[in-house]
């Protein structure tokens, strides 16, 4: 059967990947990128702040072109740290995915604890990448152990709470 007019097929990819794999790294990279404006257009405020402190405007026009000044610089870096974050957490939140699905297509044992991997995997990544030193590493391991079984108790969670509903429905 055919999707087009034209009778050609395409692939589709819904039935080997969840849709939550694609949600999670784009809503964490928005989220990122709101973050990072409001960080980085506050840094760069206070910057112009500090780097024109000495010389303050006298006259109502040179006040005008200060603030319209420091506007277009809050904006500028405001939308380029936005960037940077939201590709750091975006990223970030894809190798959890990346490794959440791996684990989870290993098989049984892995399956059970693939959210707890995910978490160890991506704090793992996350230290060698920044090179982390080892107490701070090791800090990095454990939150992200803590958060994968947090995550795996509400997996579990879920799943038992729907299994109430249908027996007892």
């Not at 702040?49 to 000495?54: F, G, I, V, Y």
């Not at 974050?85 to 975006?90: E, P």
């Given at each position: 059967?055919?999707?087009?007019?034209?009778?050609?097929?395409?692939?589709?990819?819904?039935?080997?990947?969840?849709?939550?794999?694609?949600?999670?790294?784009?809503?964490?990279?928005?989220?990122?990128?709101?973050?990072?404006?409001?960080?980085?257009?506050?840094?760069?405020?206070?910057?112009?702040?500090?780097?024109?402190?000495?010389?303050?405007?006298?006259?109502?026009?040179?006040?005008?072109?200060?603030?319209?000044?420091?506007?277009?610089?809050?904006?500028?870096?405001?939308?380029?740290?936005?960037?940077?974050?939201?590709?750091?957490?975006?990223?970030?939140?894809?190798?959890?995915?990346?490794?959440?699905?791996?684990?989870?297509?290993?098989?049984?044992?892995?399956?059970?604890?693939?959210?707890?991997?995910?978490?160890?995997?991506?704090?793992?990544?996350?230290?060698?990448?920044?090179?982390l030193p080892w107490r701070t590493g090791s800090?990095?391991?454990?939150?992200?152990?803590?958060?994968?079984?947090?995550?795996?108790?509400?997996?579990?969670?879920?799943?038992?709470?729907?299994?109430?509903?249908?027996?007892?429905?």
């Amino acid at each position: 059967m055919s999707n087009y007019d034209d009778g050609t097929e395409r692939y589709d990819v819904t039935p080997i990947l969840k849709s939550r794999y694609f949600i999670l790294p784009a809503s964490a990279a928005l989220v990122g990128v709101f973050i990072g404006a409001v960080r980085g257009s506050r840094l760069a405020s206070l910057r112009f702040l500090a780097e024109n402190a000495h010389r303050p405007p006298k006259t109502i026009r040179g006040w005008y072109l200060y603030n319209k000044t420091k506007n277009y610089k809050r904006m500028a870096a405001g939308l380029l740290s936005g960037g940077k974050d939201g590709v750091k957490l975006g990223v970030t939140a894809l190798v959890w995915v990346g490794i959440e699905d791996g684990l989870g297509r290993c098989g049984t044992p892995f399956d059970d604890l693939k959210e707890v991997g995910a978490g160890v995997g991506t704090a793992g990544v996350f230290s060698v990448v920044y090179r982390l030193p080892w107490r701070t590493g090791s800090r990095a391991l454990l939150l992200g152990t803590m958060i994968g079984g947090g995550m795996g108790f509400l997996g579990w969670a879920r799943e038992y709470l729907r299994r109430a509903l249908d027996d007892h429905a």
